[in-house]
């Protein structure tokens, strides 16, 4: 896998997405799913909130988020008036457990902090979503050395997300490493960035150990 050695040491700032990149995005969805459960319970006293529990993991580990709540409904007769508080958990639970870092991630980032490297998240979807997410990261001092950048935030004040982070921060496009969770990330106008799926920081090693970055 990769470490902080195979980084170009000419970058000057890392740039993280937030979920399947920090931590397990199922990380925070399972507690949501609990919270529900049990708020739930609490409310109508049925259905048990260990089997809705069980029942929400099941369904997401094989279908994903998509519907959730309506294979929910279908299986325990939930009321649909209950959809509102099952999007507002997501939006503002009170996690019972702490987010975890990736340890490769918390590695990387401790020691890209110690050479003096910039630590930005750049994080696109819900604002206020991504944000609860954060404050429950268990950073292990990080935090101050972390700025955050809400994409969709960004642009609906009428900046073009990455070249107001660059901005801000005296970065040009080659300055920066982007890194994500795989598959296309949304950067948009990033000519010149590279780019490195979080996923080869927890893969086994390689023969060669010289990391592969898409330029965007």
Do not use: C
């Not at 209950?82 to 975890?100: D, G």
């Not at 920081?201 to 990391?211: D, Q, V």
């Amino acid at each position: 896998m990769l470490t902080y050695a195979d980084i170009d040491g000419g970058k000057k700032a890392l740039l993280f997405e937030v979920d399947d990149v920090l931590f397990p995005k199922k990380d925070y969805l399972l507690q949501v799913y609990y919270l529900f459960a049990h708020l739930l319970e609490y409310t109508e006293t049925v259905p048990p909130a260990a089997e809705l529990t069980v029942f929400l993991k099941t369904a997401y580990e094989h279908h994903g988020e998509a519907g959730l709540f309506d294979r929910a409904a279908e299986a325990f007769a939930i009321d649909t008036k209950y959809r509102t508080q099952f999007e507002r958990i997501h939006l503002t639970a009170q996690l019972p457990a702490k987010l975890l870092l990736y340890q490769a991630m918390l590695d990387l980032m401790r020691t890209a902090g110690r050479h003096g490297k910039q630590l930005l998240i750049f994080t696109d979807g819900d604002p206020t979503l991504q944000l609860n997410k954060l404050r429950h990261v268990e950073w292990n001092g990080l935090d101050r050395l972390v700025k955050v950048y809400f994409q969709a935030e960004l642009r609906a004040k009428g900046h073009e997300p990455l070249d107001y982070l660059l901005q801000e921060n005296g970065l040009q496009t080659g300055d920066v490493l982007y890194i994500h969770a795989g598959g296309s990330p949304n950067l948009a106008a990033a000519n010149g960035v590279d780019r490195l799926a979080a996923g080869r920081f927890f893969e086994p090693p390689t023969i060669s150990s010289t990391p592969q970055t898409d330029n965007i």
